[in-house]
């Protein structure tokens, strides 16, 4: 049983991390990955919603009738993400105002209901939570390395805190003659550098 | 927080009213066996079945106007419920596959540059397309869009490939094809076919007595893909390690390469690579058949030839059983051709290779009434007669019987290829097919 | 005139797909063909300016009233679900022939966060309801015209040689990218 928690928790890391191995949810990591204090906060965020719902519909998974299930989860949802919403715009409002419309959009983030309808409607808490929570921890993980690298391409320099704790302070990292890459910051290059990482993702084999 | 809780409320049981009304005044009576049947087919809306897509396909089968089986997409296990929801018998039917026939690609030239609209359709109407091979594929994918199954995918080599385990066989990819190069033929409809002589095919394939894919199958050792490679020459012939090892391989004779300023390849030694390979890997192809019918043939003699009969009998999904003397199961290597270098393995290799598919072998004295003449000789039994054993047939008579009864040519081709060619191993055939119509069996 | 300015930011300057990163499943799931991307594009456009006319009027003459806008995101995702959920019922009933169309995809459309997004956008940006009924259709007509333009891209890549690593997904970013890059012009427009 314990063995199997662990392997639930790791899989999101690497087997099925979102959006490279699961390509899901595509919305957020896009559009708020222009800084890795961005990314990193939306994947917390998400993370919470994920492992909340996860273990509310695991716990919920005999009494909702199948065929109201995917209303249900949505609700559930919904709650998370309300309750997150309001969390942020209290203890972390600049953060809050940069995220915007993302956060309200956990709420129809593919992963989380995915997670939902494909594990934790079928799973006992426990496993639910290890993987609702392996799978935010991937999904963070995923948005704090897209941003970094759009970060870094397009400012040069990293810099920012994690929800006001643990402030990092990278400047120049290329040297004073680097000419900041704007383009990485802006609305193409979230494609293009998530495309390319994928195609780097692609190189490891996934076994 | 009373407000909220009513105004949630408000709002969920508004939406849910609204709903419910609507789902009455916009009530459709659907039978509710439609739903059901459409839930059990594949949901891809190909069109394979005939109809236009899967909701048509339900009312159809719940209207009785077709059977539970025609989802070409579904696995059977979905015709055995839709069947189990209908109350009928599920029928089965062999799984049909697409095949692109043109491997030419980008190796014909351009005769113009193309800059019209992507797509084969639109090619061909402009001086049948921009290749110089006015027959062969263009490379423009109508046929990878036209497939809903991702079965189809553009090669390396300006040509489609063709995933079979994801191809269903529902032959969008052939209706659209311009130049009708793809087909959706069952396994024992390829089978059956003959290569004629006015097709465009390599010199190679076409001198071939057994008909190999022999470009293909090169290509694939190309690729690394000895798997397929094992396949493609086993589905025209099922004993590569020996012909790898005997075949005259006219074949390399008739090798452009050899025409023009170089060597032929070494086509036969290639065939027996794979072959080894796949002999010390341990491992067996499968290669598919037919859903078995209850047919049964007796077949007299296990040498090269009653091994192929045997070989194409089941995988047309008759059931072969052999007849004959020797105690060493199929020791046709070994014997028929002695002089080789032919491993001793082989035998109990191409052994295992027959057990998994359910052929049975008769070592019997009691055979020794009807079968083997020197038998007959050495204890003066009574001269023995073949046609006075009821039920017995030779070969030549069974075809001839089948291609009457079929009405379609395809038998009468294999039979009268085999007298033309003497193919070997096929053909050389000495009386051994032998089919009862009381099942001959001992 | 406002009006016109406000199509034309929703739809090119301020493109839904490209430039705000909404809808991004459905953009890259559905642009295979160029059929399927059509028929989304379609039915996005119908959902989307309903949704964003009642979500308008459920936010301004229920929710703001009681002092309730914290409940946004959970009342527009229901009134959503059963907006969907009721529109298939009535294309069914009253339009067979419309319905055959635009049917598969409905279902999709409840998580498609585009509708949703554009529904908080309307609020966040304070429109009203004239404002939010043309910035809607602006927005679902970008969607359709941007998943359009991409589905006749991909059906070009299909074609090409693409390295294996690039291939799929990989390759149809980099291309959504690019896609992005020229939408990229028409920013100061307006």
Redesign the interface.
């Known amino acids: 049983m314990a063995k199997s928690i662990v392997a639930e928790f790791t899989k999101g890391l690497w087997k099925e991390i979102p959006p490279f191995r699961l390509v899901l949810g595509l919305c957020p990591t896009l559009g708020v990955t222009t800084s890795m204090k961005n990314g990193i906060g939306m994947g917390l965020a998400t993370t919470f919603v994920l492992l909340c719902s996860n273990i509310l519909v695991s716990l919920l998974r005999k009494v909702i009738p199948s065929k109201v299930r995917i209303a249900c989860f949505i609700i559930i949802i919904a709650t998370f993400v309300i309750v997150v919403e309001q969390m942020m715009a209290a203890y972390a409002y600049t953060l809050f105002m940069d995220l915007g419309v993302f956060i309200p959009l956990i709420v129809v983030n593919c992963i989380v209901l995915g997670r939902a309808e494909a594990f934790a409607s079928k799973n006992g808490i426990a496993t639910s939570a290890a993987d609702g929570l392996g799978i935010g921890v991937g999904f963070t993980l995923s948005l704090a390395s897209l941003g970094a690298v759009r970060e870094l391409l397009g400012t040069g320099s990293l810099k920012g805190d994690i929800f006001g704790f643990l402030p990092y302070h990278f400047s120049n990292i290329f040297g004073s003659s680097f000419e900041p890459f704007g383009f990485a910051v802006q609305a193409p290059g979230a494609f293009i550098a998530l495309g390319l990482m994928l195609c780097a993702m692609n190189l490891i084999p996934s076994k | 927080m009373v407000?909220?809780i009513l105004?949630?409320l408000g709002?969920?049981a508004a939406?849910g009213i609204?709903?419910s009304v609507?789902?009455k005044?916009?009530?459709?009576y659907e039978d509710p066996r439609i739903s059901q049947v459409e839930y059990f087919l594949a949901g891809a809306?190909c069109g394979g079945c005939g109809f236009a897509g899967c909701g048509a396909a339900a009312v159809a089968i719940v209207e009785g106007k077709a059977s539970p089986g025609i989802c070409v997409a579904a696995d059977s296990e979905s015709a055995i419920n839709i069947a189990g929801v209908m109350g009928v018998d599920p029928g089965t039917a062999e799984p049909i596959k697409s095949l692109n026939t043109c491997s030419g690609g980008d190796r014909a030239v351009d005769k113009f540059i193309y800059n019209g609209a992507?797509s084969c359709a639109a090619m061909a109407t402009l001086y049948g397309g921009k290749r110089v091979c006015s027959i062969g594929c263009m490379?423009?994918?109508d046929c990878?869009?036209a497939c809903k199954f991702d079965a189809i995918h553009?090669g390396?080599h300006g040509f489609p490939v063709i995933d079979e385990f994801k191809c269903v066989g529902c032959g969008a990819c052939a209706s659209v094809c311009p130049k009708n190069l793809l087909s959706v033929k069952s396994m024992s409809q390829r089978l059956l076919v003959f290569n004629e002589e006015d097709q465009a095919l390599a010199p190679c394939q076409q001198t071939c007595p057994a008909e190999i894919d022999i470009p293909k199958y090169i290509h694939l050792i190309k690729e690394g893909d000895y798997e397929g490679a094992v396949n493609t020459i086993r589905e025209r012939n099922p004993l590569l390690l020996s012909c790898g090892r005997v075949c005259p391989h006219p074949c390399e004779n008739y090798c452009r390469r050899a025409i023009e300023d170089d060597e032929a390849v070494s086509i036969n030694q290639l065939k027996r690579f794979v072959a080894d390979y796949e002999m010390n890997s341990g491992r067996r192809y499968p290669i598919s058949c037919a859903p078995d019918t209850d047919k049964r043939v007796a077949i007299i003699g296990g040498g090269p030839a009653g091994v192929s009969c045997a070989y194409f009998l089941r995988r047309l999904a008759i059931i072969p059983r052999f007849m004959k003397t020797c105690p060493n199961w199929v020791a046709s290597p070994a014997m028929a051709f002695p002089n080789t270098d032919c491993p001793t393995r082989f035998s109990t290799g191409k052994s295992r290779v027959f057990s998994t598919w359910g052929l049975m072998c008769t070592t019997t004295p009691a055979w020794g009434v009807i079968s083997p003449f020197r038998a007959c000789e050495k204890k003066a039994m009574t001269p023995f007669s073949w046609a006075s054993v009821p039920g017995r047939t030779t070969n030549w008579a069974f075809l001839g019987r089948i291609s009457r009864a079929s009405g379609r040519g395809s038998i009468s081709c294999l039979q009268s290829r085999i007298r033309r060619k003497s193919a070997f191993p096929s053909a050389n055939a000495r009386p051994l097919w032998a089919v009862g119509t009381p099942p001959l069996t001992v | 005139m406002e009006y016109i300015e406000l199509i034309v930011a929703t739809i090119f300057v301020n493109n839904i797909l490209l430039a705000q990163f909404l809808g991004n499943c459905p953009f890259l799931g559905t642009s295979k063909k160029m059929e399927t991307a059509a028929g989304m594009a379609m039915a996005v456009i119908f959902v989307l300016v309903m949704a964003g006319v009642i979500t308008w009027v459920i936010y301004a003459w229920l929710l703001v009233p009681y002092k309730l806008e914290f409940l946004r995101t959970i009342a527009f995702i229901l009134v959503i679900a059963s907006l969907v959920q009721f529109v298939e019922m009535f294309l069914k009933k009253s339009m067979p022939a419309l319905y055959a169309g635009l049917g598969i995809f409905l279902p999709l459309i409840t998580t498609n966060c585009a509708v949703f997004g554009v529904c908080v956008l309307n609020i966040d940006k304070e429109f009203g309801f004239m404002q939010s009924l043309v910035a809607s259709f602006g927005y679902a007509a970008g969607f359709g015209l941007a998943l359009i333009l991409f589905a006749g891209v991909r059906e070009r890549i299909l074609l090409a040689r693409v390295p294996k690593p690039l291939q799929d997904t990989s390759i149809a970013l980099v291309t959504a990218g690019v896609l992005s890059l020229s939408f990229y012009a028409f920013r100061g427009m307006v």
């Open positions: 407000i909220a105004v949630m709002i969920g939406c609204i709903l609507a789902s005044v916009f009530y459709v809306n992507m490379g423009m994918g990878i869009k553009m390396p």
